[in-house]
């Protein structure tokens, strides 16, 4: 397997910015695997929110925290366009990490 495909499968598979490392490239790997980590913690701090205003709703109307309601409010809450925010973290985490990979191929080329 070539460097630069191991590089990517990396960045693809394990953690983008992991590639980058394996490829030497360390500075551009640990700024890869910081941004993302920051990318997660914005996108986990818009979802914890979204379940903290579910149950705050929940609790108002004197829903029963069952299963059934909990399963009923999760279905509610997983629609992909109700956060403008969560969707636009979220797009650009995945084109990040697909800017990612490619970058980790093209560092390995290079060495």
């Known amino acids: ?3 630069a495909l191991k590089a ?3 960045s693809a598979l394990i953690f983008p910015g992991v590639g980058q490392l394996s490829a030497g490239e360390k500075k551009r790997g640990w700024f890869i695997i910081a941004v993302s980590i920051l990318f997660l913690y914005f996108i986990v701090s818009q979802l914890l929110q979204k379940a903290h205003l579910a149950i705050a709703e929940m609790q108002n109307k004197g829903i029963v925290m069952d299963m059934e309601s909990i399963s009923n409010v999760s279905a ?3 629609r992909f ?3 403008p925010m969560l969707n636009i973290l979220l797009i650009s985490f995945i084109i990040f990490w697909i800017y990612a990979i490619f970058d980790a191929y093209q560092m390995g080329l290079k060495k």
């Open 1 to 3: 397997m070539s460097k």
């Open 8 to 10: 990517a499968l990396l």
């Open 76 to 78: 509610k809450l997983s």
């Open 81 to 83: 366009s109700d956060n």
